[in-house]
């Protein structure tokens, strides 16, 4: 009889979880390594979106210009730390030039297959009735108070529609009888009726405990510090509390996997893109469906045990502390669309690195030099989102299955 295979995954955040979770359905006795407490990092305070609409890449035509001129005006929810960081110049020297109509066109069709894919994954696994997290099939409200970016959006509409994503325009009183949370300062919305959400840090919590049920061993405060290797095989992992042997290992550290990686001679082009989030108790007009606040990039998740104002993009490094001036602006901006923007008390006050890629595209691909390595990070603003196909696929192909979609989009060598 074969024995099991061995696999340790180095990062507890939701592609962790979610390559545990194919791993075990597969046969595998999983370990996890954790530098924190499982679901600390960028998986915690997310706006818990399972937005399988999202084909559009971040770097679209005019990003970049509009940006520009938003940070001018200091409207922007983008902040780039004026540091001379070589990395960073270069990432974003990058993404500009990605920023064109036919490289967004092929992306949104490489994120169209895994989106799809993520999908239909996301509805078996959250049928599990001990995966509790508040999770709604509602849909996403995307508001403006600009009259002309709700017509403009129109064009934007129309790509999605080439993907049958296409989302319903609705009109002032059409939304506000929908969703009458909104302030009748809104000029109108669009409806998609493909996406989700679910409160992340519950998921997190219960499926933690419903992957341990199923054997999966959990090491927490056990930061991973280098690799042992034989030939072209990693044979064992180091880590601050002692070292552990396996047949595979998966990298899957988010926003710090260049740093985990690098011994290997890889260098990954992912940076961290912090975001904020405020968390509070429902507010006395509480909204029961999503909404993308579009001109303050910002997004407003109802929960039935809570209510979260989340967004901004950050690059400025590693630190995760908290800027007063960045949570006001979501207050502030919430304020602009909602009548009832902030409920008390405030439950907590979050910050979190999503690991960004210049294309916008996660990364799923083994390691060049090792072959019993995947890596899977780079999943942007999209993690929680695409976390069952990415989990599936490296689970395929820690077992050298064919995966179900086409991987090559996400792999390494793009770069
Ligand atoms: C404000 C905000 C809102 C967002 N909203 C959404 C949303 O609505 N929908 C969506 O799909 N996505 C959203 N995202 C993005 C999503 O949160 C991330 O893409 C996703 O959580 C990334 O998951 P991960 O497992 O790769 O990273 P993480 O959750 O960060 O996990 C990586 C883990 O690796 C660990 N680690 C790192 N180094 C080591 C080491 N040396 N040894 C051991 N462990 C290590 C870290 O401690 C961490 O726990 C949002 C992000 C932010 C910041």
Redesign the pocket.
């Known amino acids: 009889m074969e024995s099991k295979k061995e696999v340790i995954i180095?990062?507890?955040?939701?592609?962790?979880l979610a390559c545990a979770h194919y791993l075990i359905e597969k046969g595998a006795r999983v370990r996890i390594?954790?530098?924190?407490g499982i679901g600390?990092?960028?998986?915690h305070?997310?706006?818990?979106?399972?937005?399988f609409s999202d084909v559009i890449p971040l770097c679209s035509p005019g990003a970049v210009g509009q940006e520009i001129y938003r940070t001018l005006c200091g409207t922007s929810p983008l902040y780039i730390k004026p540091t001379l960081d070589f990395k960073r110049l270069t990432w974003l020297l990058k993404f500009a030039a990605k920023c064109r109509s036919n490289t967004m066109e092929r992306a949104a069709t490489d994120k169209y297959e895994i989106l799809k894919y993520s999908d239909l994954l996301f509805d078996k696994l959250l049928a599990l009735p001990d995966l509790g997290c508040d999770f709604e099939k509602k849909g996403i409200l995307t508001v403006f108070n600009d009259p002309k970016k709700l017509d403009k959006f129109k064009e934007t509409n129309g790509f999605l529609e080439t993907y049958d994503l296409g989302y319903k325009r609705l009109e002032k009183d059409q939304v506000l009888e929908m969703e009458p949370a909104l302030s009748p300062r809104i000029a109108g919305a669009w409806y998609s009726t493909f996406d989700w959400h679910l409160r992340p840090e519950l998921l997190m919590e219960s499926w933690r405990k419903h992957l341990a049920k199923k054997g999966l061993i959990i090491e927490e405060r056990?930061?991973?510090l280098d690799f042992e290797i034989s030939g072209n095989t990693i044979t064992h992992v180091n880590?601050i509390q002692g070292k552990f042997a396996a047949d595979s290992f998966i990298m899957?550290?988010?926003?710090?996997a260049p740093g985990?990686v690098r011994q290997l001679g890889i260098h990954l082009p992912v940076q961290p893109g912090?975001?904020?989030?405020i968390t509070m108790e429902r507010p006395g007009i509480c909204p029961e469906i999503p909404c993308v606040l579009y001109e303050k990039n910002m997004?407003v998740t109802p929960w039935k045990s809570a209510y979260r104002l989340?967004?901004t993009m950050e690059f400025s490094g590693y630190s995760t502390s908290l800027n007063s001036k960045r949570m006001s602006k979501l207050i502030n901006g919430a304020a602009q669309y909602m009548k009832d923007p902030t409920g008390h008390p405030i439950i907590e006050e979050w910050a979190?690195?999503?690991?960004m890629t210049y294309d916008d595209m996660p990364i799923i691909d083994r390691s060049p030099a090792q072959e019993n390595l995947v890596i899977a990070?780079g999943?942007?603003?999209?993690?929680?989102?695409?976390a069952t196909g990415t989990g599936k696929i490296v689970a395929d192909m820690v077992y050298d299955d064919t995966p179900d979609i086409n991987i090559s989009p996400f792999g390494i060598s793009r770069f």
């Open positions: 180095i990062g507890g955040g939701v592609i962790g390594i954790e530098k924190d600390d990092g960028a998986s305070g997310n706006c818990g979106l399972l937005y056990a930061k991973m880590t899957a550290t988010g926003a710090w985990t912090k975001g904020y989030s997004v989340g967004g979190g690195l999503r690991p990070t999943h942007g603003m999209l993690g929680l989102t695409l």
